[in-house]
């Protein structure tokens, strides 16, 4: 079965501290991708980042940077020096080719000043 | 260059009615892909269409359906509507081509059912 799971429901933190947003995700496809999604109150789910499964290079961009772990079904989103502009529910989700998504639960980040 | 647009935002049926959603995606775009948002149940995937084909399919009873026109825009349609279908419907468009899965999302339609 194809599951993406976010055990954190809810993160509070104070500005400029660090926060890591978990994922771990389940897929029987060979070929995947993996996503990141950022869902402010507006409702607009806003694209963050994608990893194919063959790619397991980090990334940083910005202030953001993504931890994938294949061996450990991982791909965890660490936001650095957090904004109060970041506060947002976080979606990760897992695809394939044929753009059926799988989504987590969502994390809900509070930044408060 | 124009984002996914959603009609309408948001709109107000009672259990029993059915209710039409329109989707435009992005120019150049071929995939549209419906999801449910509810508070329970998460984003849940409904189906994506390309190029007027259903590819893929959620686990939602027939009630709901969709199709794709030869523009690619796309409308949903749910019939005999429950109070549980109350949901914020979003709409994402891709290229839908192999690794181009990259979904934009429009800002959804919030349905409500009384």
């Known amino acids: 079965a194809q599951k993406v799971t976010q055990a954190q429901t809810e993160i509070s933190v104070v500005e400029k501290e660090d926060v890591t947003l978990d994922c771990v995700y389940e897929t029987r496809d060979t070929t995947y991708y993996l996503f990141w999604y950022k869902q402010p109150p507006s409702g607009e789910l806003v694209f963050l980042i994608r990893?194919?499964?063959?790619?397991?290079q980090n990334e940083i961009s910005g202030r953001y940077s993504w931890n994938f772990q294949k061996s450990t079904s991982s791909f965890n989103f660490t936001i650095t020096a957090s904004q109060v502009v970041d506060s947002a529910v976080y979606f990760c989700a897992v695809g394939n080719n044929f753009n059926k998504f799988y989504f987590g639960s969502g994390t809900k980040l509070n930044v408060k000043p | 260059k124009a984002g996914v647009t959603q009609t309408p935002r948001y709109l107000i049926k009672t259990r029993g009615q059915q209710v039409t959603l329109s989707c435009s995606p992005i120019?150049?775009?071929?995939?549209v892909s419906w999801y449910q948002q509810t508070p329970g149940q998460g984003l849940q995937f409904l189906f994506e269409y390309f190029s007027e084909t259903q590819r893929n399919k959620g686990n939602f009873p027939g009630r709901f359906s969709g199709r794709q026109f030869s523009n690619s825009r796309s409308e949903m349609n749910v019939s005999t509507l429950e109070l549980g279908d109350s949901a914020l419907y979003l709409c994402?468009?891709?290229?839908?081509?192999?690794?181009?899965?990259?979904?934009?999302f429009g800002e959804g339609s919030r349905l409500t059912v009384l």
């Open positions: 120019s150049g775009h071929r995939s």
């Open positions: 990893r194919n499964s063959f790619d397991e």
């Open positions: 994402a468009s891709s290229l839908g081509q192999g690794e181009e899965g990259e979904l934009f």
